[in-house]
T-cell receptor, first 115, second 112 residues
Framework: GAVVSQHPSRVICKSGTSVKIECRSL??????MFWYRQFPKQSLMLMAT?????????EQGVEKDKFLINHASLTLSTLTVTSAHPEDSSFYIC???????????FGPGTRLLVL | KQEVTQIPAALSVPEGENLVLNCSFT??????LQWFRQDPGKGLTSLLL?????REQTSGRLNASLDKSSGRSTLYIAASQPGDSATYLC???????????FGKGTRLSVIA
């Protein structure tokens, strides 16, 4: 199956700093990428959907100025958590899809801990 | 808005038992449904994908069924093993360029 990578896999940062997470589709062109957040023992909650070359569409309650998403190419999307706070500590998972109805492929996730 | 519910939230069974995990969804106009496995602190592993026109899919000891009209799916695990212990997530894809919508999952513990 298709491969989606995320980097870094784990990051610890101080409160107030910004953190960038990369999501890459390694063997296919991802026209659409999704960013999910998962708190401990909770399910995946969609944060935003991004189409290559377009602005991301954010879910209700997700601050677009805090969670900056860039999908500049068909193989790379980035999520930047700006001015991170301890409550942003979570597991962030990206997902990529080609076309409107193809399978979503998931990255391995990034564990963010904000001290 | 599509909502996905999984029952039970947690399940503990002795090794060797057959078990059923349940998933229900509110909007029956789905394109497909997927079952995932997630180990603690890890990403998702896709187990089975059922297209809306299909009734079931099988992979090894796993069998997933889909009753689209009633908005239900079940994941059947035969002869459970301790290695099956994980969280199992059900997710549905509606028509159009929409993302997967996930249930909260069922945490399964298989006791040796």
């Amino acid at each position: 199956g298709a491969v989606v990578s995320q980097h870094p896999s784990r990051v610890i940062c101080k409160s107030g700093t910004s953190v960038k997470i990369e999501c890459r589709s390694l063997d296919f062109q991802a026209t659409t990428m999704f960013w999910y957040r998962q708190f401990p023992k909770q399910s995946l909650m969609l944060m935003a959907t991004s189409n290559e070359g377009s602005k991301a569409t954010y879910e209700q309650g997700v601050e677009k100025d805090k969670f900056l998403i860039n999908h500049a190419s068909l193989t790379l999307s980035t999520l930047t958590v700006t001015s991170a706070h301890p409550e942003d500590s979570s597991f962030y998972i990206c997902s990529a899809r080609f076309g409107g109805r193809e399978t979503q492929y998931f990255g391995p996730g990034t564990r963010l801990l904000v001290l | 808005k599509q909502e996905v519910t999984q029952i039970p939230a947690a399940l503990s069974v002795p090794e060797g038992e057959n078990l059923v995990l349940n998933c229900s969804f509110t909007d029956s106009a789905i394109y497909n449904l997927q079952w995932f496995r997630q180990d603690p602190g890890k990403g998702l592993t896709s187990l089975l994908l059922i297209q809306s026109s299909q009734r079931e899919q099988t992979s090894g000891r796993l069998n997933a069924s889909l009753d689209k009209s009633s908005g239900r799916s079940t994941l059947y695990i035969a002869a459970s093993q301790p290695g099956d212990s994980a969280t199992y997530l059900c997710a549905v894809l509606n028509s159009g360029n929409t993302p997967l919508v996930f249930g909260k999952g069922t945490r399964l513990s298989v006791i040796a």
